[in-house]
């Protein structure tokens, strides 16, 4: 039996098993560690991570309008950023409720804050006339952090739905984060409505 722990308060890291085989080494297992994990080997079963923090499995919601105003930057929605750790596979859905200074500035959406070894990331937004006139969809697919997964080129000064839903594996630990832009420069270009929420889920076994 073997066993190796993170030690660390707060700071995840990578333990790479090497086994020496006549002067050459040979990666037989590597695993990133969470603060507090512990890696153990047992002789005929094989490897086995123990955490020491339950999976993340979170939902948080924006407790005060969150202000976007400066053409394609990405800003974080205030409220909506977790923490993650490298090599973990999460799954997300967010709902937002948002509103554009005018009919000529477009809201966008995207997710980042680390950079990521796989992800795939979609979503829907609605821009409303009324509840019984016509709404024009918005929708769109990306593989990158800091894209825009919807990127509207008009907008509404009354609440308008978006969604977004996908997966993701940070190649490093940090704070992953729903994000947001106005199409234009402009005061209050992009409000993220108080209320909206999203979910972010651990999915590995």
């Known amino acids: 039996m073997a066993i190796w722990r993170n030690a660390d308060a707060s700071l995840a890291c990578d333990v790479t098993v090497v086994r020496d085989v006549s002067a050459v080494d040979y990666e037989v297992h590597k695993v990133a560690l969470a603060a ?12 086995f991570t123990l955490t020491s ?20 930057t990405f800003a974080d929605i205030t409220g909506l950023t977790w923490p993650v750790i490298s090599g973990n596979n999460y799954t997300f859905y967010c709902a937002y409720f948002a509103i554009t200074n005018a009919t000529t500035t477009g809201a966008q959406f995207a997710i980042g804050g680390v950079a990521m070894t796989g992800m795939i990331a979609g979503g829907r937004s609605v821009l409303l006339g009324s509840p ?6 918005t929708t769109g697919v990306v593989t990158s952090v800091d ?11 009354a609440n308008q739905p978006h969604e ?4 993701f594996r940070p190649s490093a630990s940090g704070t992953f984060a729903m994000k947001a832009t106005s199409e234009v420069t402009v005061s209050a270009g992009l409000t993220v409505l108080q209320g909206s929420w999203a979910r972010i889920t651990q999915t590995d076994n």
């Open 53 to 72: 923090a339950a999976k993340l499995n979170s939902t948080k919601y924006v407790t005060a309008n969150s202000v976007h105003a400066t053409a394609a």
């Open 147 to 157: 894209t825009a997964i919807m990127a509207q080129t008009t907008g509404a000064a």
């Open 132 to 137: 019984t006139a016509a709404s024009t969809n």
């Open 36 to 47: 507090g994990d512990t890696l153990e080997y047992i002789e005929g079963i094989g490897f």
């Open 164 to 167: 977004m839903a996908g997966w």
